[in-house]
Structure formats: structure tokens, C-alpha cells
């Protein structure tokens, strides 16, 4: 058997390292993965993607890239009888799928952050075209809206390390400072801390930072990444295991989707 992997942009940690876990798992199973990354965020480029793997005759596929609802269903359609996993949708799509709840991590960033007192807290998203970074990005503001509280400050990155340096020197330069920055991945809270330092300003005594996925080198940022973890290596093991179990059944059994927890790892950026 051969399974295809279409994924958004390897170049970021998270797609990288779930891309990684997922060769491991099916390699031990006997298994073969290709890959076809997408070059943009767009349902045209995803189809470009899928239509890649079919014409290389996998038996099944994984989409490792953000779709909305309605797009979610077109590359369904697109696969027909061909078994597909989704890995960045909406936890309400209608597809065969494995996410980390994303209300879950976004509501864990903020009760955290609350907990230590802060008030004043900016907030860093990822792109808007993607699926997870606007249900993070809800899921902060309705957690922040329950205790009455609304962001100081929004700004919107890209999930790389350069954006969420550029941002933050943006959030930085606000007339009233932030005392802790919520952040959607931790390669742009890599760039936030940079920048924090060039502002003068000690972490975390002066200002807080969070991050999420908790990515392999976040334990080694200066100082140490507190964030909410997204444990890749199992999510990269349960799609493999799951995506072979339905085509061992032939698809008998019903499809069965599976969320996630995420879980806060308290490090040094948060006081
Ligand atoms: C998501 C990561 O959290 C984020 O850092 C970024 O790498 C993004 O992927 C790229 O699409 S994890 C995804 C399974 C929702």
C-alpha cells in the first residue's frame, strides 16, 4: 500500500514534524507515504495536491492543509471512493477526521493567563485563511469575553518566526503596553521574544508570552516557551493507524473521527 500526504508548506515546524511522525508510523507498518505540498493557501491548490497523489495511485490520502467547511467537502467529493483523513478542519465539518480541539488549547492559553492576573493582553493570530488560526483565534475571545475581557491589541501573523517579530513590534508600540502577548504558534511567539528584547523588556517579568504546538525546539528558546502543546507524534501515529484501519475493513465500519486534547506546558515566558 501507498498512502499520499498533501500538506501545507513543510518549511513550518508543525507540518514538518507531523509529516516526520507520520512516515515513522507507516513505515513500521509496511507502509509507503509521498507527498505533495501546496504552494499557496487555496482550494485550488489543495485539488492540484490531491490530484497529484491519485495520479501516483495511492490507496488512500491524508490533507494536512487548512479547509473551510464547504472547501472540505469539495476535495471529499474530489477523492470519492478514495479513503481520506483531514487534519485541518472544523471539529463540525462533515469529513472523516483527527484535529486537536482547538477551543480546547485556546481556552487553556487564557484561563493561564488570567490566572496569573493579567489583564492587559494582546493577542498575535495566525493567518485568517486558515481554518485552526480563526478557531484559535475565536476561542481567545470567547474565553476572554466570559471573564469580561477584550484584547489591547490584534494583529495577524503568518506562522512564521519574521512575522511575529514584525507584529510585535507593532503590539509593542501600542500606547498602552500589553503585560502578556497570547500567541497562535510558537515560531511567531520565536519572533515575539526577539522582539520583546529589543523593546528592553524582561521575560517574564515584564511581559508574558505564550505560545502553541510546543514544537521540538520551543524547550531551547531563551528563556524557555511556556505554550499549549499539540502532541504531533501521536497525532502523526492515531491518522496512519486509523487512515490503514479503514482500508483494512474495506470501509465497513463507520468512519470514526477523533479530537484531541491539547494540554499547557508551563516553561519560563509566563509569569
Ligand atoms: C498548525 C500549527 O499549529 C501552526 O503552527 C502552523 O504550522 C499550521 O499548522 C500550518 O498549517 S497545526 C495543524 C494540524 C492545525
Same mark, same amino acid.
Given at each position: 500500500?501507498?498512502?499520499?500526504?498533501?500538506?501545507?508548506?513543510?518549511?513550518?515546524?508543525?507540518?514538518?514534524?507531523?509529516?516526520?511522525?507520520?512516515?515513522?508510523?507507516?513505515?513500521?507498518? &509496511?507502509?509507503?507515504?509521498?507527498?505533495?505540498?501546496?504552494?499557496?493557501?487555496?482550494?485550488?491548490?489543495?485539488?492540484?495536491?490531491?490530484?497529484?497523489?491519485?495520479?501516483?495511485?495511492?490507496?488512500?490520502?491524508?490533507?494536512?492543509?487548512?479547509?473551510?467547511? +464547504?472547501? =472540505?467537502?469539495?476535495?471529499?467529493?474530489?477523492?470519492?471512493?478514495?479513503?481520506?483523513?483531514?487534519? +485541518?478542519?472544523?471539529?463540525?465539518?462533515?469529513?472523516?477526521?483527527?484535529?486537536? +480541539?482547538?477551543?480546547?488549547?485556546?481556552?487553556?492559553?487564557? *484561563?493561564?493567563?488570567? =490566572?496569573?492576573?493579567?489583564?492587559?493582553? #494582546?493577542?498575535?493570530?495566525?493567518?485568517?485563511?486558515?481554518?485552526? #488560526?480563526?478557531?484559535?483565534? *475565536?476561542?481567545?475571545?470567547?474565553?476572554?469575553?466570559?471573564? /469580561?475581557?477584550?484584547?489591547?491589541?490584534?494583529?495577524?501573523? /503568518?506562522?512564521?518566526?519574521?512575522?511575529?517579530?514584525?507584529?510585535?513590534?507593532?503590539?509593542?508600540?501600542?500606547?498602552?503596553?500589553?503585560? =502578556?502577548?497570547?500567541?497562535?504558534?510558537?515560531?511567531?511567539?520565536?519572533?515575539?521574544?526577539? #522582539?520583546?528584547? *529589543? !523593546? &528592553?523588556?524582561?521575560?517574564?517579568?515584564?511581559?508574558?508570552?505564550? &505560545?502553541?504546538?510546543?514544537? *521540538?525546539?520551543? =524547550?531551547?528558546? !531563551?528563556?524557555?516557551?511556556?505554550?499549549?502543546?499539540? /502532541?504531533?507524534?501521536?497525532? &502523526?501515529?492515531?491518522?496512519?493507524?486509523?487512515?490503514?484501519?479503514?482500508?483494512?475493513?474495506?470501509?465497513?465500519?463507520?468512519?470514526?473521527?477523533?479530537?484531541?486534547?491539547?494540554?499547557?506546558?508551563?516553561?519560563?515566558?509566563?509569569?
Amino acid at each position: 500500500y501507498t498512502l499520499g500526504l498533501a500538506t501545507t508548506e513543510l518549511a513550518l515546524h508543525a507540518p514538518s514534524q507531523i509529516a516526520s511522525a507520520m512516515k515513522t508510523r507507516a513505515n513500521q507498518l &509496511g507502509f509507503n507515504v509521498v507527498i505533495s505540498m501546496i504552494d499557496n493557501l487555496s482550494l485550488a491548490a489543495c485539488r492540484t495536491a490531491v490530484n497529484e497523489l491519485m495520479s501516483q495511485r495511492v490507496d488512500g490520502v491524508l490533507i494536512n492543509v487548512p479547509l473551510s467547511n +464547504d472547501d =472540505a467537502d469539495a476535495i471529499a467529493r474530489l477523492c470519492g471512493n478514495l479513503p481520506a483523513l483531514f487534519l +485541518d478542519v472544523d471539529p463540525q465539518a462533515d469529513v472523516f477526521k483527527i484535529l486537536f +480541539d482547538p477551543h480546547c488549547g485556546a481556552e487553556q492559553g487564557v *484561563e493561564h493567563l488570567l =490566572a496569573l492576573g493579567h489583564q492587559h493582553i #494582546a493577542v498575535l493570530t495566525g493567518p485568517l485563511e486558515s481554518i485552526s #488560526a480563526r478557531l484559535r483565534y *475565536e476561542g481567545w475571545l470567547k474565553t476572554l469575553a466570559t471573564h /469580561d475581557i477584550t484584547p489591547c491589541a490584534v494583529q495577524h501573523g /503568518d506562522w512564521s518566526a519574521a512575522s511575529g517579530y514584525q507584529q510585535a513590534l507593532l503590539l509593542l508600540s501600542q500606547p498602552v503596553r500589553p503585560t =502578556a502577548i497570547l500567541v497562535a504558534n510558537d515560531q511567531m511567539a520565536l519572533g515575539v521574544l526577539r #522582539a520583546v528584547h *529589543e !523593546f &528592553g523588556l524582561r521575560v517574564p517579568e515584564q511581559i508574558s508570552v505564550i &505560545g502553541y504546538d510546543d514544537t *521540538e525546539d520551543s =524547550a531551547f528558546f !531563551f528563556p524557555p516557551l511556556t505554550t499549549i502543546k499539540q /502532541d504531533f507524534r501521536l497525532l &502523526g501515529h492515531e491518522s496512519i493507524n486509523r487512515l490503514v484501519e479503514h482500508l483494512h475493513t474495506h470501509g465497513d465500519h463507520q468512519q470514526s473521527s477523533l479530537l484531541l486534547p491539547t494540554s499547557l506546558v508551563e516553561r519560563h515566558t509566563t509569569a
